[in-house]
């Protein structure tokens, strides 16, 4: 793979990480256009930076919201008082135990999914598309993310393991039809990933399936600082385009790229 490959699928996976478009299923049909050959190891090392570069643009964005957070979950266990942001990290939480357990009963079968597997990601881009022409559709609200809410959505995001199906779409999507504030749920999308992503990380290092021995820092350099900056882009974008209404743009895209993938396997 080119310096070229790295810088496009970096932005590939700052972007769509954040816009409701399917990072996995995106960066399975860049891989597919561009010929990427890279070995399984070798593979998912540059994964794992991608997505750790696309939290980190998360944590910068959202940094004055998760230092109130961890102060207000210090605070309740030391002085054990139940505030508002340590409630929304209960809620953060609740919100991981699904894809947990999904992920961990599921995980080989998802990996099966991956490699080429175009006709399954254009089929999920349709399903996003029809959660997000839905939830641009729902009515304008105030209510907060409850304990059960979060649960629910947290279900949302273990879906979303599949490749073609956006996390960011279907969290924010479940979070509106569930009646959830448009910004609070664009909020709640993008900071409940943030510990699941850097535990994906850990697991992937802990097992010792990344080879470290043939890396081209070059390479994995580059597509990090393409993924951090296109994804702080993304990520300030995605919440102004949800406060106004416009997910349909995105669900239209996804109906054109899903079709195209369709075709483009069978052809």
Request: net charge positive; glycine share 8%.
């Amino acid at each position: 793979m080119e310096i070229f490959d790295a810088v496009i699928l970096g932005i590939i996976q700052g972007l769509t990480e954040f816009l409701p478009v399917s990072s996995s299923g995106h960066l399975e049909l860049g891989k597919a256009i561009l010929g990427s050959h890279a070995m399984p190891k070798e593979s998912l090392l540059f994964t794992v930076v991608l997505h750790f570069a696309t939290a980190l643009s998360t944590i910068v964005i959202f940094r004055k919201d998760i230092f109130e957070i961890l102060g207000g979950l210090y605070n309740a266990v030391a002085t054990r008082r139940w505030t508002e942001e340590a409630k929304f990290s209960a809620k953060i939480i609740v919100s991981m135990i699904p894809a947990v357990i999904i992920g961990y009963k599921y995980e080989r079968v998802f990996e099966q999914l991956f490699g080429n597997n175009i006709p399954l990601v254009g089929a999920m881009l349709i399903v996003t598309a029809v959660l997000l022409f839905l939830a641009d559709r729902a009515k304008k609200t105030h209510k907060k993310v409850s304990l059960l809410d979060a649960f629910i959505i947290g279900i949302a995001q273990g879906i979303a393991m599949l490749p073609g199906i956006s996390r960011s779409g279907a969290t924010i999507s479940t979070s509106v039809l569930l009646g959830i504030d448009k910004t609070k749920a664009a909020r709640f999308s993008f900071l409940m990933v943030v510990p699941l992503i850097f535990g994906k990380i850990a697991k992937d290092i802990l097992a010792g399936e990344i080879d470290y021995t043939s890396t081209n820092f070059t390479f994995l350099s580059v597509g990090f600082v393409a993924a951090f900056i296109s994804g702080l882009f993304a990520c300030t974008w995605m919440i102004k385009l949800v406060k106004q209404s416009k997910l349909t743009y995105f669900a239209i895209y996804c109906i054109i790229v899903g079709v195209i993938a369709i075709i483009w396997s069978i052809l």
